[in-house]
């Protein structure tokens, strides 16, 4: 991508929009940062800007964003913001932060997408390829934005990226070495005009400008993704890439899957790694599967088994995902603040056999709480509803379990905490977005263990 010279404007003040503009300046191109966000919630953006010396506008975006070659839209931008339509009237090219750092990058791109699971899928990536001794960042969807170390990966190394729908929706020659899709499931339908079928056919642009050369990782027993990689490509497979699968149920002659108490990975039929399913130390069945497509990727690339089995052994659960805080009076505190779909909290409650007091709630995007209305049943004690949803959540489930509205995090953990005895989960999965309450699900996640670490 040849920018030197040129203007390019980029919506959006946060992490990938700050850098975009670091890496169009460091290629000669001249950025341009506008944001019509409030001045009092990009605090600290304005301070990094005013640090770097970059151009920018805050509160606004004025005429002067379409005096560009090139627009950049940061993944929080709708493609229906008044913005991003009026350039496409002025035909102005518009793409997004991965296109942009994927044109700069020298390195393998492993690009990871999917309803749930891409934190710690992109996260245990990274993780096994290092400890293999392959080279490996991360970035995208979580921690730096690609942009941010596009220049600095190297031929022959790696970076495990995290690619949302949103990121994908504004690609255009965006091509990874691998990419997965982990699964598909109903999410962000708010911004797909509630139409699931437009948000499956924005995931599967991952693999859109992959070539035999390159490798596409899917979940066999993901019966919406496997339909929908034929029905969206008119009966062929959609891909031009090596394809190899992971199941939890069937076998692959090309992937990863269980057999009895064995995780093995086949390739061309060939046997080619075996390891017992203890050896994965996170919980539950839907890490199985991460853990599974995880090595795929390691041994597209011979990574050695030994160290593959090691980073399996010594992987800690992230942040924010299936946390344990704090155990007290025999009561687990567990922080799933990344929950922010339906099918993410349906993974949490199949996690735990204990009781459950769950918190839930939060800005809704569209949740049909059908998909887990027989677990809330089976395994909830009780609901604590938060955030603008409240009324939402209480109406569904209030003839159900026993449902109570509060009015804050702290409120809805201390009565969570009053009532939970030894043996039960207190457990914060909201399925919503957080943005009625929180900055994001980091910021809430943090909350709730603030509230708990005082318990």
């Known amino acids: 991508m040849e920018i030197s010279g040129k203007k390019i404007s980029i919506i959006g003040a946060e992490k990938s929009g700050i850098g975009a503009a670091k890496l169009i300046r460091k290629s000669g191109g001249i950025p341009f940062i506008s944001d019509s966000g409030q001045e009092e919630k990009l605090k600290d ?10 151009d920018f506008e805050i509160g606004k975006h004025s005429d002067r964003v379409f005096n560009c070659e090139l627009m950049i839209a940061s993944p929080g ?11 496409r009237e002025k035909k102005i090219k518009l793409i997004s932060e991965i296109e942009l750092a994927s044109a700069f990058c020298k390195g393998n791109i492993i690009a990871i997408t999917g309803s749930n699971g891409k934190t710690t899928t992109t996260t245990l990536c990274n993780y096994v390829l290092n400890t293999s001794g392959l080279k490996s960042y991360t970035a995208g969807n979580i921690g730096v934005a690609f942009s941010e170390i596009a220049l600095d990966i ?4 790696f970076v495990s ?3 949302s729908s949103f990121q994908l929706d504004l690609i255009d020659t965006f091509k990874p070495k691998v990419s997965v899709v982990l699964n598909i499931t109903p999410d962000h339908l708010n911004r797909y005009e509630y139409k699931f079928e437009n948000y499956i056919s924005s995931k599967l642009r991952i693999y859109k400008n992959q070539d035999r050369d ?6 066999h027993d993901d019966k919406t993704l496997m339909d929908s990689v034929v029905k969206l490509s008119e009966g062929q497979r959609g891909f031009e890439s090596s394809d190899f699968y ?27 790694f075996t390891c017992n399913v203890k050896e994965v130390n996170l919980k539950g069945e839907h890490n199985l599967a991460n853990a599974m497509a995880v090595i795929s990727i390691a041994k597209l690339f011979d990574a050695d088994n030994e160290k593959i089995i090691e980073a399996l052994r010594s992987f800690q659960a992230i942040e924010h995902r299936l946390e344990l805080v704090r155990e007290i009076g025999g009561v687990k505190f567990i922080n799933d603040s990344k929950a922010t779909n339906v099918d993410s909290v349906w993974y ?10 769950l918190i839930l709630g939060g800005q809704d995007k569209g949740n049909d709480y059908n998909q887990i209305k027989d677990l809330v049943v089976e395994r909830v004690v009780k609901i604590f509803a938060i955030g603008s949803s409240a009324e939402k959540v209480f109406n569904f489930f209030h003839l159900l379990v026993k449902v109570e509205i509060k009015r804050t995090m702290e409120d809805a953990v201390l009565a969570a905490s009053k009532e939970a005895r030894q043996d039960e989960v207190v457990l914060l999965s909201p399925a919503c977005a957080s943005f009625d309450m929180f900055n994001d699900y980091e910021q809430r996640g943090k909350v709730f263990k603030e509230v708990v670490n005082r318990l």
């Open 45 to 54: 953006s304005i301070s990094a800007l005013e640090e770097l010396g970059f």
């Open 161 to 163: 990226l995290e690619v």
């Open 348 to 357: 949490a409650l199949r996690s735990f056999n204990e009781p459950i007091f």
């Open 154 to 157: 190297k031929e022959n190394e």
């Open 246 to 272: 992971f199941s939890l149920s069937s076998s692959q002659s090309n992937g990863c899957f269980v057999s009895g108490d064995k995780i093995i990975f086949n390739n061309n039929g060939k046997t080619l």
């Open 77 to 87: 931008v709708p493609s229906n913001a008044e913005v991003m339509v009026k350039a």
């Open 214 to 219: 390159d490798f596409v990782i899917l979940n």
